[in-house]
């Protein structure tokens, strides 16, 4: 039955393949014939076709800007510094606890923990210095007690020695003169050591006094060490004030500058983070006294992130200082601080990114426009070289605003028509 099928098959597959040999020869015979049927591309004319040498001029939207440069910021933000120590020298602090960069916190959340053993050991010897002088106090008004009862019982005898006296001088009449002249010196002796020991009283009690004050004095030092000592150990807790994100502030490490970890020596003032809240942010920027002329508060503007290129953000023009600041490079330069706003939020918008900002000074739509080198100013007049019917033709129009790269185009040309790049056009007169 096999071999019976065989020259039926042998006959199919050569119909087959002569059929195919003269389908292919017919579709190349119909291509050629509608290549020389079709008609040759138009070169002349206002709709020419445009080459690398030449442009046309084409409908759109102009602006005319000013680029800035700077670095992304918090409108509302928190610098977290390293607690400055009251009554210590010492300047470092290590790190026991640290959120990273990219946590939400809320007000009152720990941000840093900073070791406190010395703190604490500061305040056990504060408090038993402070111990020590409140029992050095108790101590002093005990002995100053008894030193004024030993005084008041000498007061007491010197007056009764002095009453004895003057008692013994009544007899001096009828005893014997030698013993009345000693009558007479026992008494000036009472006299004399009353009025000194009245004199003495006083000044004991005030140097009594003066001895007591010192001490108490030295105490409520003391008071007041344990106090500001117990007020370093809170200060070693740094809690956030608001709600925001936490950026962290890279910190010197040996010649590199890398975020604060757990485990760091930090100094007293220095950064260590910032809460920032990312619903208000803005671009801190340097205008140029030669630009400073042409922006005006209020002006729109586009921020480019430099980090993040396909990131687009508008925004506005809020602040420029009055006063300029001298460039690096010369005295006569001078640059002027701006403030720009970010309208809207991303999560990868985040201070100190580097953005360029693009202030609009004018904005045009559909408007007629051309390249900036395909017009030529002679004696304040605008040329252009327009292509057409396969040669050209110098024609004046009258332009507007021009940017970096466009220029437009008020009257002297339609759109569409094709003009040259860089045109070679010579002075007014010899048009």
């Known amino acids: ?14 119909y087959i393949k002569s059929n195919m040999l003269w389908g292919f020869l017919a579709v190349f015979i119909l291509g050629s014939v509608a290549c020389k049927l079709q008609p040759p591309p138009e070169t002349s004319g206002t709709a020419g076709v445009e080459t690398p040498g030449s442009a046309a001029a084409v409908r759109g939207n102009f602006k005319r800007i000013v680029r800035l440069n700077g ?71 005990a002995d100053q007690t008894a030193a004024l009862a030993a ?38 002796e009472a006299e004399a050591k009353l009025e000194q020991l009245r004199n003495t009283f006083a000044l004991k009690r005030e140097a009594e006094a003066a001895d007591l004050r010192i001490l108490e004095i030295q105490r ?33 490490k040996g ?22 809240n990312p619903s208000a942010m803005q671009v801190s920027a340097r205008l140029n006294q030669v630009d400073v002329s042409q922006v005006r508060i209020g002006q729109p503007a586009e921020i480019h992130l430099d980090a993040y290129p396909d990131l687009h953000f508008a925004g506005r023009l809020e602040h420029i200082s009055a006063i300029g600041i001298q460039s690096d490079y010369s005295n006569r330069i001078r640059n002027f601080n701006a403030l720009i706003s970010i309208q809207g939020s991303n999560s990868k918008l985040l201070p100190d990114l580097t953005a360029a900002v693009d202030v609009v000074l004018e904005a045009c739509e559909n408007v007629l426009l051309l390249p900036r080198n395909a017009v030529v100013f002679r004696e304040n007049r605008a040329f252009v070289e327009v292509l057409e019917n396969g040669g050209s033709e110098v024609r004046e129009v009258e332009t507007g605003s021009m940017n970096n790269f466009e220029i437009i185009i ?21 048009i």
């Open 1 to 14: 039955m096999v071999r019976s099928y065989q020259p039926v098959l042998q006959t199919t597959c050569k």
């Open 71 to 141: 670095r992304v910021s918090a409108v509302e933000s928190f610098s977290v510094q390293a607690p400055r120590l009251a009554r210590q020298t010492t300047s470092t602090m290590i790190i026991t606890k640290i959120l990273p960069t990219g946590t939400w916190v809320e007000k009152g959340a720990i941000l840093v923990e900073l070791d406190r053993q010395n703190q604490l050991k500061n305040v056990l010897d504060r408090q038993a210095e402070y111990d020590s002088l409140v029992q050095q106090i108790k101590k002093k008004r």
């Open 151 to 188: 005084d008041q019982t000498e007061l007491k005898e010197a007056e009764v020695d002095l009453q004895t006296a003057k008692v013994e001088m009544r007899k001096n009449e009828v005893i014997p003169k030698y013993q009345a002249a000693i009558n007479i010196e026992n008494l000036k």
């Open 220 to 252: 409520d030092r003391a008071e007041k060490s344990v106090f500001h000592e117990q007020n370093n150990i809170e200060k070693m807790t740094i809690r956030s004030p608001m709600s925001g994100l936490v950026v962290l502030t890279p910190i010197s």
């Open 255 to 276: 010649t590199r500058m890398l975020d604060p970890e757990e485990g760091d020596e930090v100094r007293s003032g220095g950064g260590i983070m910032l809460v920032v």
């Open 410 to 430: 008020q009257s002297g040309l339609d759109e569409g028509t094709i003009v040259t790049r860089d045109p070679e056009i010579p002075p007014g007169r010899d």
